[in-house]
């Protein structure tokens, strides 16, 4: 429809759209040091929730920091109340969360809260995460706390994994006692 009236009267056009981009010109100059403080202080707290989702791992317990508790919250091993393992598969994810073949080894801490140790920032010494996790696991099953675990998916990571990695993989997610 506009470009038909666009035939018909191109000045009138080309000067309301001018109109319009004057408008926002003066909307942007009135309100300058307001959207950039604006702008500013969203990235801050964007950039702070981004750094501040760490979970800290040691030899005896679980140390969750975030956006809401900056001090970080400790747990005991022996306070795991749950594992859930295994591959992410065909289903639908939100965009930049996960991807069919991801390897997942989720706990869940009292209050419901869950931490997927697979999406991993780092380790120490710069070790593989899935030998870490394997070791964790390991120490866990020996603690008695419910796992649940399925190899229903594992064909996808196969094709993008070496088989180093997926005989991790597969050793995690059949490890039950």
Known sequence: MITILYLFNKEA?????ENVENKKLIFFKKYKKQLISLFLIINIVLFYTIITGVTVITKDKIINYSFFS???KTYN???????NTGVYGKKFYLPLTHSKGDFFYIIELPGGEKIDLAE?????NDEDERFVIEKLDKQF???NIPKVS????FKYCTK??????TD??????LNKK
Request: no cysteine.
């Open 77 to 83: 091993f022996n306070e795991i109340s749950k594992i």
């Open 150 to 153: 399925s190899m229903k998916n």
């Open 13 to 17: 056009i080309r000067k309301a759209l």
């Open 168 to 173: 991790q993989i597969r050793n995690i997610i």
């Open 70 to 72: 900056p001090q970080g």
């Open 160 to 165: 993008e994994l070496d088989k180093m990695y």
């Open 120 to 124: 991993v920032g780092g380790t120490k």
């Open 141 to 143: 099953v020996k603690m």
